[in-house]
């Protein structure tokens, strides 16, 4: 047979496009022999149980794309026979028990993961790996291929919209870590081949490019218009109030559920701590929403004793503070206005979320002035919103510097004084 037939070159050709460039094929006795090398240091070769014809090929080039992800994956710790012996393993009849691994790896973590970020930050990567690994045809045969095909082909959305999940996107990192956890526990707990690790990420490669959102802070002036904008019943009642609660106190939504009274009542408490931070609950202090006229509303000087009294927040389950707020705000009576107040943030090119109300807080303590002419410390802004001074500054930095305008020329003054030149 020569070494010339179609399905020869056909065959090297795609070995050297699906695995490389170093790899390539050679008649041995019959059988397909595989090489891996350059002439100058030499070739590791070995060989496989396909023989060389024509109707062998396809097969024996799917465990040579195996093996060498998985000689690449040990980053050549291994020898080229034993990623040939794991790539054979993994192909053969052996089913692996997804699902009781998935169902014995989340009863081990419930404590640990909440259940809605089970379901924003786990479960779709999850789903997407069960996508494929019960598919009867082209299924991944180790974590490498099995990431590749989960983080940029798995198709997901309400529609089937979205394809993966985008580089440099904070979502792609969280649905990595994610993947990473779920196949270490089958590795490691569930008794899976060591093929099935997770691969070595390249830190350029999966690292988060692009940059955060910008969190818009609310005016007073939009934030009385949504507080009138709620409807006259009891449900909306409790929202309204919550929402008051949230401006005034630059509240986290979640705080929402962890408010108490301490000292006899006189001082209003949140004992709610973020699962990475030392803080451990905090007492907020007011920073009142003004009219038109600089006055508080009438309803910011009541809200504790409201509170006190036993006024009605919103039964909301843990971990779900903010998607119920932002769910109530935009399908509920205040809609219109939330939504008119949106597309305020959008032309100024900023994003209004139900963390708003908080930027709104932050934005207040930085720029308005205490009752002795002083402005509050990063500090004091810091321990009242209830995180690190670090952190603080990190996110509202951009609100730290006072009278920056008045340090430059004013555009408008220097034109009306050429104006006023050329009339003299």
Excluded at 269 to 289: A, C, D, E, H, Q
Aim: aromatic share 12%.
């Amino acid at each position: 047979m020569v070494e010339t037939n179609s399905w020869i070159k056909v065959f090297r050709r795609a070995i050297k496009v699906s695995v490389g460039t170093g790899w390539t094929v050679q008649p041995d006795r019959g059988n397909i022999r595989v090489l891996y090398g350059k002439k100058a240091s030499g070739f590791l070769s070995i060989n496989l149980p396909y023989k060389w014809q024509e109707d062998q090929w396809v097969e024996a080039l799917k465990l040579i794309q195996n093996a060498a992800d998985t000689y690449e994956n040990y980053k050549s710790n291994i020898s080229l026979k034993a990623a040939f012996d794991i790539s054979q393993k993994s192909s053969s009849k052996f089913e692996l028990n997804w699902d009781t691994a998935l169902e014995n790896y989340r009863n081990s973590n419930k404590h640990t993961i909440q259940e809605n970020t089970w379901k924003r930050k786990h479960l779709p990567v999850i789903t997407a790996i069960l996508f494929y690994v019960k598919r009867s045809k082209a299924r991944p045969q180790n974590g490498k291929r099995l990431w590749d095909k989960v983080s940029n082909e798995y198709q997901h959305g309400k529609n089937l919209e979205k394809r993966g999940w985008a580089k440099g996107t904070t979502m792609r990192r969280h649905m990595r870590l994610a993947f990473n956890r779920f196949l270490n526990w089958c590795v490691e707990r569930e008794d899976f081949p060591s093929y099935w690790r997770p691969p070595v990420f390249n830190k350029a490669e999966e690292e988060v490019t692009t940059e955060k959102r910008v969190g818009y802070p609310l005016t007073d002036s939009q934030i009385g218009r949504l507080v009138d904008a709620f409807a006259d019943n009891e449900h909306a009642a409790k929202w309204q109030f919550a929402t008051q609660l949230c401006a005034v106190y630059g509240l986290r939504p979640e705080e929402l559920r962890y408010l108490v009274l301490k000292n006899n009542k006189t001082e209003l408490w949140t004992t709610y701590k973020k699962s990475n931070s030392k803080i451990n609950g905090r007492r907020l202090f007011p920073l009142f929403v003004l009219d038109i006229d600089g006055n508080p509303f009438e309803w910011c000087l009541t809200l504790q004793q409201r509170f006190a009294a036993g006024e009605l927040l919103p039964q909301i389950s843990k971990g779900q503070g903010a998607d119920r707020l932002g769910k109530q705000l935009r399908d509920r009576s205040p809609k219109n206005v939330w939504l008119s107040i949106c597309k305020e943030a959008e032309v100024e090119g900023q994003e209004c979320t139900p963390y708003s109300f908080r930027h709104r807080y932050a934005y207040v303590a930085h720029n308005r002035i205490n009752k002795n002419g002083t402005y509050r410390s990063p500090k004091q802004i810091a321990d009242a919103m209830g995180h690190d001074l670090e952190t603080h500054l990190k996110s509202y930095s951009r609100f730290n510097t006072k009278d920056l305008e008045n340090a430059f020329d004013s555009v408008i003054r220097k034109s009306e004084n050429k104006v006023g030149k050329v009339k003299n």
